[in-house]
Nanobody, 120 residues
Framework: QVQLVESGGGSVQPGGSLRLSCAAS????????MSWYRQVPGKERELVAT???????NYKDAVMGRFTISRDNDKNTVDLQMNSLKPEATALYFC??????????????WGQGTQVTVSS
């Protein structure tokens, strides 16, 4: 019964803001690196931001300074604050949890996605 459920998507004008949230259940959240990915039709899914188990963050260069990823291990949630949104941010955004182990293949969990549309 592993679940990653995204919410907070919607339609905004360029320059606007959205906050995406992902609620996780069914696994030990604190042991997983959490990420946000996005995908548009006909293109590869791309990594947007990651927050590690040690609370370190990494961002796609194009969103650095405008997006912020954060996690709350007590609530089993990971958020993505998106500011100064550009039309290029329009995509289906997915929540991902990954655990990398030394002696076994990595484990990946995925949500169903939430749509973000940036247009005037």
């Amino acid at each position: 019964q592993v679940q990653l459920v995204e919410s907070g998507g919607g339609s905004v004008q360029p320059g606007g803001s959205l906050r995406l949230s992902c609620a996780a259940s069914g696994f030990t959240f604190s042991l997983f690196s959490m990420s946000w990915y996005r995908q548009v039709p006909g293109k590869e899914r791309e990594l947007v931001a990651t927050v590690t188990t040690g609370d370190l963050t990494n961002y796609k260069d194009a969103v650095m300074g405008r997006f912020t990823i954060s996690r709350d291990n007590d609530k089993n949630t990971v958020d993505l604050q998106m500011n100064s949104l550009k039309p290029e941010a329009t995509a289906l955004y997915f929540c991902n949890g990954q655990r990398i182990s030394t002696f076994r293949p990595p484990i990946d969990y995925w949500g169903q996605g939430t749509q973000v549309t940036v247009s005037s």
